[in-house]
């Protein structure tokens, strides 16, 4: 991969200078652009730029691995947990910490948390079967 920009003097699109540095900070984001270096797979893993490296050959099997295990979670939960990372990127830490401690609160509520923390307990991974009323 490589962030070309420089190489044919353009300063960037697509809102890379955004994205870019907040995915690798300020300074790694600077030394991408202005470098326009060419880095494989693993820097760009370290960098926080993909969140995993993979075989080609293994590629499908894990992705489809990773969707089965966002499917069988708890929907709401990843709803706030979403929020909450959303509004971390503009709000200030004690508005950001309010609003987790709201969806906190209303999580601890659910049935999902419930049978979750009852699956925890009982060392059993078949959540959702139960959440869904079938037998595990």
């Known amino acids: 991969m490589t962030i070309g920009y420089a190489r044919i003097a353009l300063a960037g699109d697509y809102g890379i200078s955004w994205l870019l540095t907040r995915l690798a900070g300020t300074a790694r984001a600077r030394e991408l652009m202005f470098l326009s270096e060419r880095i494989d797979a693993r820097r760009c893993e370290a960098l926080g730029l993909v969140n995993r490296v993979v075989p080609d050959v293994d590629l499908q099997n894990e992705a489809f691995a990773l969707a089965r295990a966002l499917a069988n979670g708890p929907a709401s939960a990843y709803a706030s947990i979403k929020d909450n990372l959303d509004l971390a990127l503009s709000a200030d830490f004690l508005t950001t910490l309010d609003h987790e401690t709201e969806r906190m609160v209303a999580a601890a509520s659910t049935a999902q948390h ?23």
Not at 114 to 136: D, H, N
Request: charged letters at 30%.
């Open 114 to 136: 419930t049978e979750a923390v009852r699956a925890f307990i009982e060392k059993r991974s078949q959540l959702r079967m139960r959440l869904l009323g079938a037998s595990p």
